[in-house]
């Protein structure tokens, strides 16, 4: 047997080897492979959802046409909604006239120009500015509105599928109707954008040019008014009896003057209109409730109950003084109006006083006012008229002259006169010196001051007689209020109606002053830095330790308190009812006006609190403490502390008043806060803690009135004729003053025995401090009398 080759059988083996290696790993690669395809087939698979879709629909052209339609319609909606752009159009071209016509005024030379109307000038530059501001607020807003629109647009011309509809041919014919429409409605949308956003730059530039000349104006008018106080005091014409200077005295002109003014006068109407219409609302109310409470009267036939009060002023148709009402206050609504109408109004309210007091003032004192009207008005007119500068210093100096007489008239009048009129005394002295004062301006060339101070004399003689005249028909007003209601609730028609007119007057005095004084102010041109320094003051912040406050928070919640108690305390009047004892049996109508009245006192002090702007936590803070002191023992300090204010506020007690505490009597000397004093009629002073007083009964036999009802008992002896004792002691009542007629006396005739009989009288005194003479004085005449008649008093 032969043997094989060692080396052939392992090449063969090797290349064996070698062939199912390569195979197997050629099978290895490839299904590697498909196993990597598959993996890379399924991950495209699990996130092929939130792939964008590279093919789109018709549905999503029309989705994007859609927007581009919505933006362009919405341009011509949005400039729809800017409808204010033509009113300010409007109001600025007014307002460009109302500025011209201002700075031409404010470019006259001083001899011209009139103090009323520059301090008038500074509110309608101030109204102007206001104006302009608000409608730069506006035209803001439409433009915020307008480039919104404009960046809406400009986001949609970055979308690639819009730039696909307009680029690709095939979509322009897909979507040609769409397209057309769309033009038409972008030319209309350039259009509009394009006008409105010019407009409103327009009215931007004009508006902002506006603002600036308003600025400077009012930099010229406070100028103005500054230095006029410098100039004023000195040298501003020449003497009176110096040469003229004929340039500077020539006439403006009637019909010239008369324009400017009404033009200026025009402006200021225009753009102070608010506080007007609530002058004529007041007065429309005023005559409406005077009307209405006659007209109840008449209707029921009752119009003799009033015959009592002897009105002077209301009457049934109360259209006069609805008229001088509104022309009284109507200086008070435009403090700083054009001169040409307060003088209008002053002329006006002048001879609407005139016809009122026509058939009310006797004939001499009648004829004085006659004067003093003619004194008002010439000036005026003169002025009016457009004379010369020259003239004008001689007619007022004329007319000071006049006025300086006819002042001291007056006064001289006025000092033998009584009762309320007399309050002008101390305005007829003011008139004497002010119209002193104008003479001796206008010699010595202050026109200024001359002008002011005959304004001023002649304006507060006229205000503080209007004033009066007002409190007098509003006094009157009230009267028939009371009347007419007592008359419709079917209360007793007579009651004391004195304690109610000095109450009211009281008041309505406190409020004529201050509109006065405010009035005279005004004419001496310092008003407005007067209320500037005061209210500099009321708002200043001041602070106590933590606690920050201002003293016009103080004022204003003191003021409030005071305005809801005496709300509270008169309000009952206004509904017919002043507390007297006939409407004992009305506990219903009482029972509301108490809750009323509460309600007043709650609500007043809640409102005082919130407009003081004290702050509430403190305020609690403070209660807190007091609680704890209280606790603590101090309940008799702050039960007196308390029950003091209450007794000042709720005036049970008031000084002078005859009061009876438990077993004390006499008149209050003094309210303290911790203790009262009383006054006997020994001369003792009891001193009695407040806490006490309010614990006890207390008798106030002055508390609404000063009456006292007396009785005088004695026995007569048998036999007297009835009737003719009953007269001889009514009549002997009835002559003493001191007596109330409308109460009339009361006689109970008892029989005692056969022989005698016991008559008791029961009358009224007018004062509780005379009634012990009174008693004595009746009792004598009664006496002496009856002793003259031969009847026996045992």
Known sequence: MKIKNPFAIGRFQFLLLLLSTLCFYSLNVTAQSARSQQKARDKAADVSYLSDSTVLTRGDYLARLQKVFEAINKVKVTTASFYKMAPISGYLTQDEAAIALIKERLNQSDRTLNLQNVQMYQTLLDELESSNTECLADLSHYEQKLNGLKTEI??????????????????????????????????????????????????????????????????????????????????????????????????????????????????????????????????????????????????????????SFNFIFIRPRPYQISIIFILTLAPVFDLLAPALYIEAVHIFLALSLTTLLYKRL???????????????????????????????RWNLLVFSIASTAFGMLSYLKLRTKTGKYRILLPVAVIFIIFNLLAIFCNLFGRFTLTQI???????????????????????????????????????????????VVKSIRGLLNIVAFLIWLTLFLVNLNIFNELYTTILTVLTEKRKIGTLAFTLG???????????????????????GDTGDDSLDDNKGERS???????????????????????????????????????????????????????????????????????????????????????????????????????????????????????????TLAKPF?????????????????????????????TPKTKTSTTVNIYFWCKDISVAESTRSSINAMIYDQLEEKGIEVL
């Open 154 to 307: 400009l986001s949609l011309r970055k979308d690639t599928v819009l730039l696909k509809i307009f680029t690709v041919d095939s979509l322009k014919r897909i979507f040609k109707p769409q397209l057309i429409e769309l033009r038409n409605k972008k030319l209309v949308m350039d259009s509009l954008i394009k006008s409105n956003t010019n407009l409103i730059n327009s009215l931007q530039a004009r508006t902002s040019a506006n603002i600036i000349n308003v600025k400077e104006l009012q930099y010229t008018t406070d100028s103005q008014l500054k230095t006029v106080g410098i100039k004023a005091f000195g040298k501003e014409r020449r003497y009176l009896w110096e040469s003229v200077n004929k340039s500077a005295n020539r006439s403006m002109g009637f019909k010239r003057f008369m324009q400017s003014e009404q033009q200026i006068s025009k402006y200021y109407f225009v753009y102070t209109r608010s506080s007007r219409a609530l002058l004529i609302f007041l007065g429309a109310v005023f005559f409406f409730w005077v009307f209405f409470n006659f007209k109840s009267l008449i209707n029921r036939k009752k119009l003799d109950a009033v015959e």
């Open 362 to 392: 006797p004939r001499e004192v009648f004829v004085q006012w006659c004067i003093f009207v003619v004194l008002l008005m010439a000036p005026v007119v003169l002025r009016l008229l457009g004379i010369p500068p020259r003239y004008q």
């Open 453 to 499: 101070f005959y304004t001023t004399a002649v304006s507060a003689f006229l205000h503080a007689l209007s004033l009066i005249i007002l409190a007098g028909m509003i006094t009157e007003a009230f009267l028939l209020q009371i009347k007419s209601s007592r008359i419709r609730k079917h209360y007793p028609e007579h009651f004391d109606w004195e304690p």
């Open 553 to 575: 928070g103080i004022v204003l919640f003191l003021l409030i308190i005071w305005t809801a108690n005496f709300l509270q305390k008169y309000i009952a009047y206004f509904f």
């Open 592 to 714: 509301k006006l108490i809750v009323t009245r509460l309600v007043l006192l709650i609500g007043g002090f809640l409102l005082a609190v919130a407009a003081s702007g004290l702050p509430i936590d403190k305020i609690t803070v403070v209660l807190g403490a007091l609680g704890v002191g209280i606790g603590l023992g101090l309940q008799n300090i702050v039960s007196n502390f308390v029950s003091g204010i209450i007794l000042i506020f709720d005036k049970t007690l008031r000084i002078g008043d005859v009061v009876e505490l438990s077993d004390k009597k006499g008149r209050v000397k003094e309210i303290g806060i911790r203790a009262s004093t009383l006054l006997t009629d020994e001369g003792a002073e009891i001193i009695i803690p407040n806490g006490n007083i309010l614990s006890n009964n207390i008798i106030n036999w002055t508390l609404s009135n000063n009456q006292m009802r007396i009785t005088i008992s004695f």
């Open 721 to 749: 004729v009835r009737e003719e004792v009953e007269k001889l002691i009514k009549d002997a009542i009835a002559s003493n003053d001191n007596i109330m007629l409308n109460k009339e006396a009361k006689l109970i005739m």
